[in-house]
């Protein structure tokens, strides 16, 4: 049955079915064959009904395969399928012309309907009907006639027709783009990528064909504008480049960098080969690679070069591959060169790449620290002068080494780093002294642009320094004062370690001399000689080059404050040489005086000078007798701003510990030491002196001065010899105006209290207690009271002064005469004091006046001494009568003034009720009386014979 129903013919079913059915059953009621004859006639027939098969027909297939013959070979591989790539390429410039196309139509189409209604001008009269409700009796004479002018939207039929043929063909490009595309493009893509799957069955199983490569790279230069405009076609090369270029670019080092230099020339195939960029795997072209990438980041867009960076791992390689120190510093370099295409202020997207730079360069600089510190700070001032490094760099390599930058953004987000004890000393040194010349130098690759700048403006030239490295001052002082305070704590050795005397003293002029070679460019003037050649001769000309402008005083001020902070830190570290002389202190002091005050500086750069200064501990100076003979020089051979900073200096110092401590010299026993003290007394006298004769210092209100002068009235002036003291009173005479001796509110009235002092007047002082004074005392007593004496003569010359003045001076040098001549040995010592005093009526014999208010005040205080003479001078003794009396009789040449004087001093004598008291040299004064007579009558017989005068003696 199933035979039969499969057997194929033109009877319909139901009648073959009604057949068979037929002729079973007819089969079964008739035949009389057995079952297996039944079976095998059934099978014939079966067999006999079948009809042959219907014909094959062969199908080619419809995309050509790429013979395996061809994969091995890039030329015949390329050649066969450039077909295909063309076809791509013309169907993506199809795309591409259809897209213009539609876009200009669009264009023309919005251009188009601005222009398609317009207003235009017309007029409509309108017939109003009258009808009156008021006066229904009211005819009117016909309708209203209302005319109406406006403007209508009219329709350009012209733009009507442009804008309807622009929206047909308009449609007609949709259809094409919507149709069907051509079966070719189908075809090549599947070729091209059937090519590639077999390319990469044949990498997988084992066998490298190198036309793989080569295809590659042809598919990467086929991908222009017109591929990348069309989605398809972009997507398709997209996907064939990566698939390829994983199995067989990727992994060979070799194509690592042919694929970076492709990427180079163009950079819009960057953002689709980067992913196939892996530099890792070429270790010796590693820092080739990147120092390609950093030279082209100011060329090349920031997002890119981002993704190119970002596939360098630079702790694996340096921890991986080991490289030698020259790779590594090559390394470096580039990313300093990177760095500083990135600008001083990187913003966006050159901030993520200034980052990522950054910590490179933090994996390079921690790496066998300290290998490229150098390195890295060669990268940093060469970045830095040319003002393209960012602060966060110095920030990043500062806290590397411990050194600590106020404001700094950076702390806490660098890794941690070695302390600044891994610095060996050679190293800070070295550091210290290149930097010193480095700047140095670049002080004066700028001076020609600062001289013509200078010129221009009428200032003095300077070194431009602060100009060119305005931005990095502040973080270059705190890496100053990092560098030499290590130093310095290198070189004492810190608490744990006991220098002795010599070994602190070298130490510290050690490191005096590193730090003053570091700060040297941006504190110093330097001195520029030039020769100025004329028609006849030639002439030397020196210039100071100022190290800062006015407009860069607050950088120079940060600058000074750090040099200030080094040097106190060495007069921390190295406290025992403290009050040797050789202090940092001391140090500094002589600094100033050689090369901070040098003739031709600019006095707002001495301002800063002084006031940095002033804020140092010079409470713990003590000063050498040279320190003391600067102060001096400061006078004469330096700018006037440097004396008047003098005076404002010198109160800062504690005297009375620099007086203790050359007073202990003194009376050590050491030969050289033995005359010391009297040296500082007579030096400080002569600078008190010159101090006080300057209005300048005088009236400056920003100065202690007439604290310290007050002050001096009680130090122990007992060593000062006479020969000092003189020196400080011819100063005093030689530049003050005698006037000032009248005036009791002169300036010059303060030194003479400290030379009233130094002339111990007093047997005793306040604060100190010498045994009997200096040999020299009478002899200082007497040329005090003689200054005096020649003051109140000149001042006899000058009309101008008033009468009145004279009486208190006076009174004042007769208590200076009675205390010295109390103090003396003897008579003639006494008299010697005395003398001076009443030459006054001879010298001043010109001005009668003046005479009559000196003789008269000295009569007055030879008799009301009591009123003369307050609580602070000893009390006369009828002895002083007669000594007046004697020394009239030997000086005086007017005989009316002597007999004024005469008659004046034996009243007072005999009207004394006192008894006899005893004296200095233990002579009752009735004993002295009597010698003190015979003298008298000696004095008036020379007195009678020289003017014929009758007096009768003394008995």
């Known amino acids: 049955l199933k035979c039969t129903h499969g057997v194929v013919g033109s009877t319909p079913p139901m009648q073959r079915a009604t057949k068979l059915l037929a002729s079973s059953s007819a089969d079964i009621t008739i035949s009389k064959e057995t079952p297996p004859e039944r079976i095998m006639l059934r099978l014939r027939r079966c067999v006999e009904s079948i009809q042959p098969p219907p014909a094959m027909r062969t199908w080619e297939d ?80 016909g309708p209203g006639q209302i005319t109406f002018a406006f403007r209508e939207a009219t329709v350009n039929e012209a733009t009507r027709q442009r804008i309807d043929e622009n929206r047909a063909e308009a449609d007609r490009l949709f259809q094409l783009a919507v149709g069907m595309l051509p079966s070719k493009l189908f075809v090549s893509v599947v070729r091209i990528e059937a090519a590639i799957t077999e390319l990469i069955r044949l990498k997988r199983e084992g066998e490298h064909v190198s036309s793989a490569i080569p295809l590659f790279f042809c598919m990467v230069k086929l991908i222009d504008d017109t591929i990348k405009r069309y989605p398809p076609a972009r997507q398709f090369f997209v996907s064939c480049i990566d698939v390829l270029g994983q199995e067989y670019v990727a992994p060979d080092p070799s194509q690592t960098g042919t694929l970076l230099d492709t990427m180079m020339s163009t950079p819009t195939l960057i953002p689709i080969l980067s992913s196939l960029f892996y530099p890792n795997r070429s270790p010796t072209s590693f820092g080739p690679l990147y120092a390609a990438i950093a030279n082209s980041l100011a060329h090349q867009g920031t997002s ?42 990187p913003v966006d997207d050159v901030a993520i790449v200034s980052d990522l730079l950054r910590r490179h360069l933090q994996r390079l600089f921690l790496y066998r620290f300290p290998e490229h510190y150098s390195d890295v700070l060669h990268v940093l001032l060469n970045g830095s002068a040319s003002g393209k490094m960012s602060l966060s760099v110095w920030f990043m390599v500062l806290g590397c080494i411990g050194c600590q930058v106020e404001n700094n953004p950076m702390a806490g987000l660098v890794t941690p780093a070695p302390t600044s004890k891994e610095l060996t000393p050679d190293t800070v040194r070295e550091t210290m002294a290149w930097m010193g010349d480095y700047f140095s130098k670049q002080r004066l690759l700028h001076r020609r642009s600062s001289d013509d700048t200078a010129s221009s403006s009428g200032g003095s030239p300077s070194g431009a320094l602060y100009a060119n490295w305005r931005r990095y001052v502040s973080t270059l002082s705190s890496f100053m004062v990092f560098l030499s305070k290590t130093d310095v704590d290198i070189s004492s050795g810190g608490p744990e370690r006991k220098l002795s005397m010599v070994d602190a003293e070298e130490a510290l002029k050690q490191c ?122 400061l006078h004469s051979d330096h700018p006037r701003e440097c004396f008047v900073f003098l005076g404002r200096f010198l109160p800062h110092l504690d005297w009375h510990a620099v007086i203790d401590h050359y007073r202990e010299a003194s009376t050590s026993g050491i030969p050289s030491q033995a005359d010391v003290s009297q040296q500082l007394h007579t030096k400080l006298l002569h600078l008190l002196a010159v101090m006080c004769g300057d209005p300048t210092i005088m009236q400056d209100t920003d100065s202690r001065i007439v604290n310290l002068l007050e002050a001096a009235v009680h130090f122990d002036w007992s060593v000062l010899d006479g020969t000092g003291f003189q020196l400080a009173l011819k100063w005093v005479e030689d530049v003050g105006n005698p006037a000032s001796v009248l005036n009791p509110v002169s300036h010059l009235t303060y030194i003479l209290r400290v030379l009233y002092a130094a002339a111990e007047f007093q047997p005793t002082q306040q604060q100190y207690s010498s045994a009997a004074g200096h040999k020299d005392a009478p002899a200082k007593r007497l ?19 008033g009468i009145q003045y004279y009486a208190p001076v006076i009174t004042r040098i007769l208590g200076n005469v009675e205390t010295a001549a109390l103090r003396a040995t003897d008579s003639k010592a006494a008299q010697v004091y005395v003398t001076p005093l009443f030459q006054l009526l001879n010298t001043c014999a010109s001005r009668r006046d003046v005479v009559d208010e000196l003789l008269k005040t000295m009569l007055r205080l030879m008799e009301l001494y009591e009123e003369a003479h307050g609580p602070s001078f000893p ?25 004024s004087v005469l008659e004046t001093c034996i009243r007072t004598y005999f009207d004394t009720s006192n008894p006899p008291t005893v004296d200095s040299t233990g002579r009752s004064s009735a004993t002295y009386s009597r010698v003190i007579a015979n003298e008298i009558d000696g004095s008036l017989s020379q007195l009678t014979a020289a003017h014929g005068l009758r007096v009768t003696q003394c008995s």
């Open 304 to 345: 890119d070069i981002f993704s190119l960076l970002s596939k360098f791992d630079v702790y694996a390689w340096l921890q991986e591959r080991r490289p030698m120190i020259s790779d590594r510093s090559r390394l470096v370099a580039s990313v300093g060169v990177a760095l500083q295409a990135c600008g001083l202020d």
């Open 875 to 899: 009390s006369p003794r009828p002895v002083h009568s007669i000594l007046y009396l004697v020394c009239a009789c030997q000086t005086v040449q007017s005989p009316r003034h002597m007999v």
């Open 512 to 633: 005096w001399q590193t730090t003053l070679a570091l700060f040297d460019p941006w504190i110093h003037c330097f001195v520029e000689t030039s020769t100025e050649s004329g028609t006849a001769s030639s002439s030397r000309r020196r210039q100071q080059l100022c190290p800062w402008g006015e407009e860069d005083t607050v950088l120079a001020a940060e600058v000074l404050a750090a040099f200030a902070d080094c040097v106190l830190h060495m007069q921390r570290s190295f406290h025992m040489c403290a009050r040797s002389g050789r202090d940092a202190l001391s140090l500094l002091w002589h600094h100033y005086c050689t090369r901070f005050s040098l003739t031709g500086t600019l006095q707002p750069v001495l301002h800063l000078y002084h006031v940095r200064l002033l804020d140092m501990p010079w409470q713990e100076w003590v000063p050498t007798l040279q320190g003391v003979d600067s102060m001096h020089e």
């Open 62 to 141: 419809p995309v050509a395969r790429v013979r395996p013959s061809i994969l091995s070979n890039s030329g015949l591989l390329l050649e066969d399928v450039r077909e295909n790539f063309q076809v791509i390429s013309e169907a993506a410039r199809t795309y591409l012309e259809h897209t213009s196309r539609h876009t200009a139509l669009d264009l023309d189409y919005l251009e188009a309907v601005e222009q398609l209604y317009s207003d235009s001008l017309k007029q409509m009269t309108v017939a109003v009907q009258c009808s009156s409700r008021l006066n229904p009796t009211h005819r009117c004479r």
């Open 783 to 801: 040329a005090y009271i003689e200054y005096n004496c020649r003051q109140v003569q000149r001042c006899a010359e000058q009309p101008s002064l």
